[in-house]
Every structure is written in structure tokens, then in C-alpha cells.
């Protein structure tokens, strides 16, 4: 690979691993406010949001201007969110509660990641030639989540007893910094890694891709946003890679606090313990996308959906661990599979959708099916944990949903394979020069 696409990796990880950090900090700070349990996974609901609800304009910000530039932009919006999340207390509107300030904080910073999204997939399409973009989702898969096991695993640290109070014991003389709570340090700390990854998000390298300034009319990119839309929906294979990336990441998100409930309730674990539980699933998925970026090539993506069938299965084991030396080798199970079906498909869906839309249309069009899905999924989970249902239920549920979902992919494809010629893919080059 080009030295310009360790570059875009550092920018990726830095920045995800403060999203995954920031988003323990925000729960603690939820828990430190005594807010309802029900309202824990409506934070990951508003800071997925903005993926949907401008979903028609980011994809048209991304390919408007040079891809390293966009990502600094919105990586200083992120930085924005943090700081009114740190200074939630100062700026509560009247009227409304203040688990709803934490939340607008939140969204913010939702925002500045659904318009990041599209420039950090789309340079891929620019930057590498297609036989290169399974080992490129292999990268950047397993690189994002090794920032989701470290920042997790961050968060947890920085909310724990012992590095806070190390932390909130940092006096500067003269100067009264506002930070009293673990959360609150947490937060500080947390916008030092926004910080490092706008550094490089400089250097990120111009692709030499001409680029064309949006229209202003927002019905024009709204009904531009509706034909790419329907063209991966109607497209043999975007239709496939589409639903089960799409199924993916909202069961991914969802599984998120899953398993922080369960590890309170199974396990017995507080917050910080649970988000080592976290790390662990995340490893899987890590492994899991490096296996799928070795042995998969793209034209033979679809072959993995089997795996999802299998994985959906395998949740619903969750209900019988009720010790630690059951629940690691679990996790990791269920993150394997789950990364390894999701990295092909993945790649698919880029390579397809810069055919059929350019780079970052797609995944605009990949970011608003995908956290549509997430926003029904946590809404769900959600409503679930306010009516009191148990968590076991609610994995069974989880798991059952899963399966069947990619069982009903699998007999779509089939049935596209039936009714006709599939779209060509190119048959891969060696996976590593």
C-alpha cells in the first residue's frame, strides 16, 4: 500500500477511537445524572441520526471537495460536540430536561461523524484500484475496530476510580478548569485524540480526483440522493451487500448495549468492568475482518452470507454463559464471524456503488440504510428495556432476528441468480503484491 494510505488509517484511528471513548464518557455521565436506563442506548439514537437525516447532502459535501480536507472539517465539528458535552451545565435550554442537553451534545457529534463517513470510505475508491479494496476494507476494518476495542477500553479506564481520581486531582494553579467529575475528565482527555487525528487528516494525500461544488437547491440533491438510492437497491448485487451491511450495523449497534446489560445482570460487572467484555467482541470482529481480507476476493463476497445465518445463531448462547471463562471465548466467536461476513460485503457495496454513483454518494447511500437500521434497532431495544423485558429475551429475540434476516438475504440471491446474469466483477488480483 501507498504511504498516503497509512495516513488515511491513522486519521481513521484516532477519531474512532474517540467516538468509541466518548461514548463510555457519555454514559457515565448519564449514570452520573441518576437518567432513566431507557435513555442509555437514545445516545447512540441521536448520534446516529445525522447519518439519516442528511444523508441526501453529505455524500454531495464529501465529493465536493478534496477527501482530507472534508474529514478535518467535520473531525473539528466532533471537537465541537465534545466541548458542549463538557459545558452541558452552562448552556441547558430552558424548558428542557438536562439528559436532553446531554443528548443535543451528543447529536453533534453524530453529525460531524455522518459527514465524515463518506470521505473516509469514498478515498478509498479513489486512492486504490479495485482489486485492492477487499485489503483496503480489510484494513480499515480491523484498524477501526482495534480503535473501538482501545477507546472502549479508554473510556472504561478513564471512568474508573482509579485513573479519575488521579485525574480530577490535576489542579492548575490560578485557573479554575471546570472539570469535577470522572465523566467530565474523561471528555477532556478524549478531545486530545480528536485533536491528533485532524493532524492528520492534514497530510491527507489529494487523489487528483476532479470534484464538483454541490447544487444549492436541497430538492435537487434530495431527489439526486432518491435515484442513488433506488440504483443499489435495484442492482443485483448492491441490493445484497447492501442488506446485509445494513442488517450488520444495526445489529452491531445494538449488541453494543446487549452486552452491557448483560454483563451487569449475568456477570455482575459495573460499567467499566462491562466494557472490557466490549473489547473482547471487538477483537473477534478484528480477527474475524483479517481472515475475510486474506482468503475472500471480491468476486466471491456473496458466498459469506451463510456466516451471518450462523452468527445470529450463536448470540443466543449468550443466555447460557454465566462465568467469564465461557464468555470470552463467546464473544470472540460471535465478533469473528460477524467480522469476517461483513468485510467482503463491504467491499462489494464500494465497488459496486463507485460503478453505479461515485464514491461518495455511495456511501452516503450505505450511511442512511445502515442507520436507518441502527435507529429501529436501538428504538426497539430501547422500548424493550422500558417495558422491563429481561435481557435473556431480549437476546433470544436479538438472535433470532438476525438468522432469519440473512436467511431471507441468502434466498433473495439466489433468486437473483436464478432470474438472470449477475453484474461482472472482475476476477481479483493476489490479495498482497
Known sequence: MPLGFYTIMAAQFFSSL???????????????????????????????????????????????????RVMFITNTVKIVGCLLLFFHDLWNIPGTSEYMTILMAYAVVGLGAAAYSPAKYGILTEYLPHHRLVVANGWIEGLTVGSIIIGTLLGGVLISSTVSSKLLAIDLPQINTGVDTPAEAAIAIIMLFYGIAAVFNLYIPDTGVDHRPPSKNPLYLIREFAHCVKLLWTDKLGQISLATTTLFWGAGATLQFIVLKWAEVALGYSLSQATLLQGICAVGIAAGAIIAAKLVPLHKAVNVVPVGIAMGIIVIAMNFATSLSVAIPLLLLIGGLAGFFVVPMNALLQHRGHILMGAGHSIAVQNFNENLSILAMLSLYALLIWLNISIYWVIALFGLFVSLSMVLVRKRHLHNLASGPLPAIPIDAPLHP
Request: aromatic share 16%; net charge neutral.
Open 18 to 68: 474517540a467516538d468509541n471513548a466518548l461514548l463510555v464518557a457519555a454514559i457515565a455521565l448519564l449514570i452520573q445524572m441518576q437518567s432513566p436506563e431507557w435513555m442509555t442506548p437514545l445516545l447512540k439514537f441521536f448520534f446516529t441520526i445525522s447519518y439519516v437525516l442528511f444523508a441526501a447532502f453529505v455524500g454531495a459535501f464529501a465529493d465536493s471537495m478534496r477527501k482530507g
